[in-house]
């Protein structure tokens, strides 16, 4: 048996390990980090009813 590898194409993306992503570069990204709250309707949002 042979040591050597032979791979014909890449490997799938999910094999491979991701890059880690400090919260700055992902702030810069997406913007800051938001509470989530239900949004105001579309009804809501015309009369300004809160």
């Known amino acids: ?7 014909s ?5 999910w094999v ?3 890059p880690t992503r400090d919260p700055a ?8 980090l938001r509470p989530m709250q239900a949004e105001p ?3 809501a949002r015309l009369f300004a009813l809160r």
Not at 25 to 32: D, M
Request: proline share 12%; charged share 20%; aromatic share 8%.
């Open 1 to 7: 048996m042979s040591a050597y590898t032979f791979r």
């Open 9 to 13: 194409s890449r490997p799938d993306q």
């Open 16 to 18: 491979s390990p991701r």
């Open 25 to 32: 570069r992902l702030s810069a990204i997406h913007g800051p």
């Open 41 to 43: 309707g579309l009804i």
